[in-house]
């Protein structure tokens, strides 16, 4: 009686911290939502900033942040993918091999800033990229290819190891078991790890801080040399930077809506993408 009087509190405490965060998580989204909406409008989505970003559009903004997701992905994904199937498939599963799992693991969890030092170190001065979207695009591949490796291995190692025995039995080579029989199965998962790289890679501030945002600049860019601006570092400098901040206010939750519109859209595509696969695996 009081093992089970136990479980109940403990599924209780459990669901109550549930509830609690989603509430939490659903006030934030609701507030961003209803104070941004009505500053959404044609002009400010598609219009250039005007009095250091104070007034205007953020169409450079937005095509900044899409510019540096995209580079980060196709940099990240198949590097992290291709290190995930390395690591799993191929490597010898020594005491190297775990050591390596620990450097992934604990590279995931290092602060973004530090990824920004590292970026404006070798990427903007070491490499002579410059600030600007190809030395920030490499500096958030790497700050999210971590978590693209962690998760695309666990997909893969969840793979049954009686498909590989199989394939392998019939006379197929080790890369043709890879990519037919364990790669259809895994992709799934390893979109999943891209989810959480898109997330991450679209809301940073700090490297994109030291190594491509520009605080105003009225402009898009002509060349993977150039700076940008991006939204979240315009919705920082619009927060602390700006003497009247409570006249930029509106700004602030229109480009914090817009952030998360992009967001949502880049998880949507990969999650579409996953499931995608997955059908085809039923099939």
Known sequence: MRSELQGKIIVWSIRATTYLIVGIVGYLLLDIIVKGI???????????????????????????????????????????????????????????????????????????????????????????????????????????????????????????????????????????????????????????????GIGRAAGETAPILLTVAAFFLPRLPKSIFDQVMALPYHLYVLATQHPDTEKVLPMQYGTALVLIFIVVFFNLTAIILRNHFRKKIQW
């Open 38 to 196: 009505p500053t959404i409008s044609w002009e400010f989505l598609s219009g250039f900033p005007r009095r250091s970003g104070a007034e205007g559009g953020i169409y450079p903004a937005i095509i900044g942040t899409v510019y540096l997701v995209l580079g980060a992905i196709i940099m990240a994904f198949p590097l992290g993918m291709a290190s995930a199937i390395y690591l799993s498939e191929y490597a010898m599963q020594g005491r190297l091999n775990r050591y390596i799992r620990l450097a992934i693991i604990t590279l995931a969890g290092v602060p973004s800033i530090v990824f920004g030092l590292f970026g404006l170190g070798l990427f903007v001065l070491f490499f002579g990229f410059g600030a600007s979207i190809l030395a920030g695009s490499l500096t958030l591949a790497f700050m999210i290819l971590p978590t693209i490796i962690v998760s695309s291995e666990e997909a893969l190692q969840a793979v049954p190891m009686g498909l590989r025995e199989a394939s392998l039995a019939l006379g197929a080579t080790k890369w043709q078991t890879v990519y037919k029989s364990v790669l259809p199965y895994a992709l799934p998962g390893m979109f999943t790890g891209s989810i959480l």
